[in-house]
């Protein structure tokens, strides 16, 4: 669906996969930094974090530190590379508000930022939270009424909407975001995360820039399809709208390597979790662990099915990079 380039995007180490443990919490900002600043200066296309409150798998006392938060410093301390959240939870924040956050901080990035939206799912935090847990098509439906406050917030710098699960009343979003869309009112792309097919991607279709589901090659390829078919219902372009996903990568110069890296990610994920938990840190199912040209082939084929865009999550970058450094000069030239 995408005929440019290949984009590569990096998550971030921000505590809420057990990434950070064993890093004082102050200087764990430091070590976010530090990657966001590697990607800023060398070839990736965007630097994202995670919308959560506690670690998973298992909530535990572990710093997990705020996406929106994180968007803002990172906007002020890079540059260049673009900046998303994957995803932002629409339950989490009144999404009046939650449009006036995204406009500020593409503001300060001067015009950086991706939005990444999606229904929400860690019952934990949301109870912890006082969010309740409302069932999926609640939250579903409240992901719909949001996306068209923000987008219209965004677009007029004004909105008046009374919706299934939200309402506003002459709530005004200024300063508006400095990106605009394809019909030259301001806009943030929006990235409407998930692979509903009845519902999530139909919503895609009307609202979205660019989609993100997981899965293999002929998984994504089945979500591609039914995008595809709620995109011709609309009425709307294929072109614009870019597919996405999310990939757990451990690549090193050998599989045993790769292994070793695991082994010592959930070695310390384990210090941080209950003994009956240990070993469920870094799962490497879907994942891919090992060489250069095995994250070529499983990238490549995703590419076939139509990816516009990967984002990597390595979980050891906060300790080492030499991950970062051998996916940006095997893995990326083979694919560019």
């Not at 500020?104 to 991706?114: A, F, P, Q």
Request: aromatic share 8%.
């Amino acid at each position: 669906m995408n005929d440019s380039a290949l984009q590569f995007g990096l998550f971030v180490p921000q505590g809420w996969r057990l990434d950070l443990v064993g890093i004082d919490p102050a200087e764990q900002w430091g070590r976010m930094l530090e990657v966001a600043q590697r990607l800023d200066a060398g070839p990736w296309h965007s630097a994202w974090v995670y919308d959560h409150f506690h670690t998973t798998p298992q909530p535990t006392d572990e710093a997990t530190h705020e996406a929106w938060t994180l968007m803002a410093a990172l906007a002020a301390s890079t540059s260049r590379v673009r900046l998303g959240q994957m995803c932002t939870c629409m339950g989490y924040r009144n999404p009046a508000y939650l449009a006036k956050v995204a406009a500020t901080v593409d503001v300060i990035s001067g015009g950086r930022l991706e939005f990444g939206i999606g229904a929400g799912w860690y019952e934990h935090e949301w109870r912890a939270y006082g969010y309740g847990f409302p069932g999926v098509g609640d939250r579903i439906s409240a992901l719909r009424d949001g996306v068209q406050i923000i987008q219209r917030l965004w677009a007029e710098g004004t909105a008046t909407l009374e919706s299934e699960s939200f309402s506003v009343d002459g709530a005004i979003c200024r300063p508006q975001p400095l990106q605009s869309g394809r019909d030259g009112r301001p806009r943030i792309p929006t990235w409407i995360a998930g692979g509903g097919e009845q519902r999530t991607l139909r919503y895609a279709a009307k609202w979205a820039d660019a989609t993100n589901f997981g899965g293999g090659p002929e998984q994504f390829a089945r979500k591609r399809d039914v995008l595809l078919r709620h995109l011709e219902k609309e009425g709307r372009d294929p072109a614009e709208v870019r597919l996405t996903s999310n990939l757990n990568i451990v690549v090193r110069e050998s599989e045993a390597e790769a292994r070793r890296v695991v082994d010592e990610v959930n070695a310390r994920a384990d210090s941080a979790m209950p003994a009956e938990h240990a070993g469920t840190g870094f799962s490497t199912r879907g994942a891919v662990v090992g060489t250069p040209q095995m994250v070529v082939d499983h990238v490549g084929a995703l590419r076939e099915a139509g990816l516009g865009t990967l984002i990597a999550y390595m979980p050891e970058v906060a300790f080492e990079q030499g991950g970062i450094e051998l996916f940006e000069r095997e893995v990326m030239t083979a694919l560019r």
